[in-house]
């Protein structure tokens, strides 16, 4: 036998943010919980994360930021278009001040709270990433109040009893060994299907040949396949949170983030970029909400980022104008930027290109050397004006491209997760077809639709950790309510 009973209250797939949450809630109102991980170490994507969202936290009044839950709900809304539930958003924001609170009562130490991009302070930064939240907190928490885990194994069949009684089938990754369990509630907490080339290919649009997972490793949709087995009806697929310009390194599996200098300053900054034509396409602010930049990249065939040596040394110098999370912080002086690039030529590495003239710039990157001279003549000609006449960049972006050595970047676009596919209720609890409630079975995380459209919005950043955290509270709350 792989686990401990044969039965439980309630069985969790999953030990990333939103299963741990679970667990914890679960056990903590007095069940017997089983929660089950596939990989060799828990966590998940949770173990990069940085912080997580809230509105009206404890540590938000505690620096005067005002962030109203009315106006986050409209803004996320609307920027969903509209494919975003009201519901869920609207009881996740009014729980999600108590959310940090929580966590901080269960032992989170919070670095403290900070905006993203062009948005709002709404990201509670925890102290040693989501990593230390998972391992120092809620786990050992969980396993100390009796809670059981099973690491390597992964829950593979889920099945629904007329008695209202659920099999959940799992198998042990090692011994390859096979068991069914039964329990009373199923929370699936699976963190998507990023990772999952088969599923992502039919369920969204990317061209997978230039989007860079980088996550876990493990969203292989397993949470996904396991809810619409049961007739769990399927909502919000298709959508990844993009992030912007990103450099692929064939050296490096593309699961490890790439915290250089050099990803950053090629693929975060408002400056130059163009497509395979050597044409400029659009205002590279937009690297602000870094998921809008991703679709921006997403509507050229190719894309370049072109950086000169005058920026490179003001970046060394005055910082940078866009960071990457807390990896490479924002204003943060790029001191190991002309290193890491030097190092990146000398190592050949496909994605760097490096010339004495934009000629032969353009003949390395494979670009029309005319069309790319007249490109950068022009952009010159705005820097010089002050104004962008093209895409109406805002004039404190514009900097001029002309001292030598030039380089150019091959911009891929990097997605942390997926966000959907079951639907839910409020309650977190799967819809079925009829949008019934199946019950005792919950979808949580990046499992769940109904927080995002087509596009993650970081306007409000660690609106995905916080839910993760919550819809797994959220979860084990209301099966509490069915257990009874
Ligand atoms: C580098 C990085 C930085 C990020 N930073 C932030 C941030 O600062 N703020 C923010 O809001 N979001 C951030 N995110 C996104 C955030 O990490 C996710 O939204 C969050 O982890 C989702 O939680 P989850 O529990 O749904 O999934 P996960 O945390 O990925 O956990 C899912 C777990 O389920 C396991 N599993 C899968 N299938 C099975 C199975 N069949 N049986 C058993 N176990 C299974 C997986 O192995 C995994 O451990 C970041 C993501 C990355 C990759």
């Known amino acids: 036998m792989i686990t401990k009973n044969n039965e439980y209250d309630v069985v969790v797939i999953g030990s990333g943010a939103a299963g741990q949450a679970a667990a914890l809630t679960a056990k903590e109102n007095g069940n017997s919980v089983l929660m089950i991980e596939k990989g060799r170490h828990t966590g998940g994507s949770a173990n990069y994360s940085e912080g997580l969202f809230a509105v009206g936290s404890y540590l938000q009044k505690e620096k005067g930021i005002n962030v109203s839950a009315s106006s986050v709900l409209k803004e996320e809304v609307e920027y969903s278009k509209y494919k975003a539930d009201s519901r869920i958003w609207k009881k996740y924001l009014d729980s999600s001040a108590e959310n940090v609170k929580w966590l901080h009562d269960e032992g989170v130490e919070y670095e403290g709270v900070q905006a993203m991009g062009a948005g709002e302070a709404t990201w509670h930064i925890y102290k040693g990433f989501g990593d230390a939240v998972i391992h120092k907190v809620l786990q050992p928490k969980f396993e100390k109040i009796g809670g059981e885990l099973l690491t390597s ?277 799967l819809e079925d077809q009829n949008g019934d409630p199946i019950k005792g079975v919950y979808a949580t995380g990046n499992d769940a639709a109904g927080l995002a459209g087509d596009t993650y919005g970081p306007n409000m950043p660690g609106t995905c950790a916080g839910y993760a955290f919550y819809s797994g509270r959220n979860a084990a709350q209301n099966a509490q309510k069915y257990l009874k």
């Open 153 to 429: 194994v992964s829950a593979i069949n889920l099945k629904t009893n007329y008695d209202g009684s659920k099999e959940v089938t799992i198998k042990d990754e090692a011994t390859g060994d096979i068991q069914t369990i039964k329990s009373k509630v199923v929370i699936l907490a699976a963190g998507g299907y990023l990772n999952n080339a088969e599923m992502m290919a039919k369920e969204t649009d990317y061209d997978l040949s230039r989007l860079i997972p980088v996550s876990s490793g493990k969203g292989t949709g397993d949470g996904l396949r396991l809810g619409w087995s049961v007739g769990g009806q399927k909502a919000g697929t298709g959508m990844a949170m993009l992030f912007g310009g990103y450099l692929k390194d064939p050296d490096q599996p593309s699961f490890k983030m790439m915290e250089s200098q050099m990803n950053v300053a090629a693929g975060q900054q408002p400056l130059l970029w163009v497509n395979e034509n050597g044409e400029r396409f659009v205002d590279e602010s937009v690297i602000y909400n870094f998921s809008f930049a991703g679709n921006a990249l997403y509507s050229q065939n190719k894309v370049y980022s072109i950086l000169d040596s005058s920026i490179i040394k003001e970046m060394a110098e005055n910082g940078n104008f866009m960071g990457l999370g807390v990896y490479v912080k924002r204003g943060q002086k790029m001191d190991k930027l002309q290193t890491e690039i030097d190092e990146a030529v000398a190592q050949n590495k496909p994605y760097i290109f490096k010339a004495d003239t934009i000629e032969e710039l353009a003949e390395k990157m494979n670009l029309p050397k005319d069309k790319l001279k007249a490109t950068i003549d022009q952009y010159n000609s705005f820097v010089e004006k002050g104004k962008d006449e093209d895409f109406g960049k805002d004039s404190k972006y514009l900097r001029s491209v002309v001292k030598a050595p030039f380089y150019g970047f091959k911009l891929n676009i990097g997605a942390f997760c997926t966000m959907g596919g079951l639907k839910v209720t409020p309650e977190n609890e």
